[in-house]
Nanobody
Framework: QVQLVESGGGLVQAGGSLRLSCVASKRTFFNTVMAWFRQGPGKERDFLAAINWSAGNPYVADSVKDRFTISRDNGKNTVYLQMNNLKSDDTAAYYC??????????????WGQGTQVTVSS
């Protein structure tokens, strides 16, 4: 399994932006899908976005697609989640994951430890 380390979380005011990073411990294989999830207090883990490591083809959930963008830098083994116009409801622990399948419906098998995002109103 690949090791994943997230960073970039923190405290931000409503309306602000953050960019989360996820560094993979090794170069991932062809057809690997990288994804971002989040879990708010007392809530289930929600899928946010995914991208195929080699082909790109980003997919972002409808709930955040007007504010969040996923991208990757193959040379740095890093996937990013750009979050704009943040709202208090975006407060959650954000997790990076790696897996297989399509960006629209990935099956994850490796998870990072998470990074906390807190949005103050």
């Amino acid at each position: 399994q690949v090791q994943l380390v997230e960073s970039g979380g923190g405290l931000v005011q409503a309306g602000g932006s953050l960019r989360l990073s996820c560094v993979a411990s090794k170069r991932t294989f062809f057809n690997t899908v990288m994804a971002w999830f989040r879990q708010g207090p007392g809530k289930e883990r929600d899928f946010l976005a995914a991208i195929n490591w080699s082909a790109g083809n980003p997919y972002v959930a409808d709930s955040v697609k007007d504010r969040f963008t996923i991208s990757r830098d193959n040379g740095k083994n890093t996937v990013y989640l750009q979050m704009n116009n943040l709202k208090s409801d975006d407060t959650a622990a954000y997790y990076c994951a790696a897996g297989r399948g399509s960006a629209q419906n990935p099956v994850m098998n490796s998870w990072g430890q998470g990074t906390q995002v807190t949005v103050s109103s």
